[in-house]
């Protein structure tokens, strides 16, 4: 009895102090521990286990398992479920699945928790089949499966586009009597609204407010990011004030997700608020923080200070992504800036970026803005890559340009590779031929047109 409740008071105190990230400590406790006879068992070690792969590294956690065995100590459940766990966190997802294989080859029983990790890891790697296995194998076996079960279930089918199966599950679970959690009713939402199913995700909102339920910061940042993503601002911008009413803490995410909406409907002044609050709440920038700050100022002719973000950006030790560079190219080329634009793109090249054909219609469609149409033909020509919205960015200033015959050879040309241009531009052409008397060539268009729509 002695020695029982010694090792639990040894436990306590290892756990205590792993807490404290004081790892070297709790091994000289374990040392002084068994110099007094007070022994470790499988709880002290799991302790350690989950300990070193949290503040150290996995290995140093996995380590840990021959410490056990060479004392004569057989790891449990739990040693393994530790282990899995930490390897899923650091997105070591073949690994989880690797120690799950281990757990059985050594005769341990797993769990219900074991199982949803493993869930977990196979939606993560995209295998929501083997995910729906392994979810049959707990509901149809001796394990009764937990909310956590469900939960990982529904926000895996939501993540990997099973919107409506995930929403089946939900209602036949409950039918069954399952009550959702917030975290079941945020899946939901989150993957309804990736769906663009508005409707449905109202409906479940209604339902979530109905159960009682009060709206957290994910909640809101979910739907809020959805109406802006759908176009409707003015219901994103309700949930923001309303967010802010209820005393909920912004994160940097749901800022930049207010500030692209608002920089995209022409509201500057309002996203210009909106990062001053974002600064004086403290929050550090992430690169997705910057990159908005950079289209702000971009947008407001501000080169120069979103030049100066680029230097902000290394001494944060961040990484411009080639999404940053595109953003300044776009920017030099509003500005009228084209020589500039190409060797910021050349210097993206030599960054190793490789070929940027965002930045290149950017280039592209500046130039047929700013009337350089010939010089925009010239690129166009000299580009070994070109997608649908190179041809349509062309055609489309061609059409600026009145210069409808050549827009016409040029659609046509877009046609027969299998692209696709927007019916509204191609209405522009039809119309600017038969603005400019060329009747007989607009029919002779329009044929082609219904030509490559049968053949594609």
């Avoid at 302790?47 to 150290?56: G, H, K, P």
């Avoid at 062309?394 to 877009?414: D, E, G, P, T, W």
């Avoid at 119309?431 to 400019?436: A, E, H, K, N, T």
């Amino acid at each position: 009895m002695v020695t029982r409740l010694s090792t639990k008071i040894l436990n306590i105190c290892i756990a205590s102090i792993c807490k404290s990230k004081q790892l070297d400590k709790a091994e000289t406790v374990i040392v002084d521990g068994i110099r007094l006879g007070v022994f470790p068992d499988v709880v002290t070690y799991n302790t350690l286990i989950d300990a070193y792969c949290r503040f150290v590294s996995f290995d140093a956690g996995y380590s840990v398992l021959y410490r056990m065995r060479e004392a004569g100590i057989i790891p449990d459940v739990v040693s393994y479920n530790t282990l899995i766990s930490a390897a899923a966190r650091k997105c070591f997802l073949p690994k989880s699945l690797d120690l799950f294989d281990e757990m059985l080859q050594r005769g341990i029983n797993p769990d219900v928790w074991s199982y949803n990790i493993v869930m977990h890891c196979l939606f993560k790697i995209g295998k929501p089949d083997e995910a729906n296995r392994v979810f049959m194998d707990i509901v149809l076996g001796e394990f009764r499966p937990s909310p956590a079960t469900y939960n990982v279930m529904i926000n895996g089918l939501c993540k990997n586009g099973y919107v409506n199966n995930a929403l089946s599950l939900f209602r036949n679970l409950q039918r069954h009597g399952f009550v959702p959690q917030v975290l079941t009713y945020n899946a939901l939402i989150n993957g309804l609204c990736k769906a663009r199913r508005m409707g449905a995700a109202r409906s479940i909102l209604r339902e979530f407010r109905e159960m009682g339920y009060e709206l957290n910061a994910i909640t809101y940042t979910t739907v809020m990011k959805c109406c802006f993503q759908c176009s409707k601002f003015e219901e994103g911008l309700e949930i923001l004030y309303e967010m802010r009413s209820k005393g909920y803490t912004f994160d940097g995410f749901a800022y930049c997700t207010v500030v692209a909406a608002l920089i995209k409907t022409g509201r500057i002044e309002e996203a210009n608020e909106i990062i001053e609050q974002m600064q004086s709440n403290g929050i550090e920038p992430d690169l997705v923080s910057y990159n908005t700050l950079i289209n702000l100022y971009c947008r407001q002719g501000r080169l120069e200070d979103a030049l100066k973000l680029l230097d902000e950006i290394e001494k944060e030790g961040l990484e411009c992504d080639k999404y940053t560079h595109t953003i300044i190219i776009h920017g030099l080329c509003m500005a009228g800036n084209f020589v500039g634009a190409q060797q910021h793109l050349n210097y993206m090249n030599t960054l190793g970026f490789g070929f940027n054909l965002v930045a290149v219609n950017c280039i592209l469609d500046g130039l047929g803005k700013a009337g350089h149409i010939d010089h925009a033909m010239r690129l166009f020509e000299a580009m070994e890559v070109k997608d649908a919205f190179t041809y349509t960015i062309l055609v489309h200033n061609l059409c600026r340009a009145r210069r409808f015959l050549s827009a016409s050879k040029l659609l046509v040309s877009c046609l027969k590779c299998g692209f696709k241009i927007l019916r509204s531009t191609q209405r522009a052409v039809i119309d600017g031929l038969i603005s400019i008397g060329f009747t007989n060539e607009s029919r002779k268009l329009k044929s082609k047109i219904r030509l490559a729509r049968f053949l594609h």
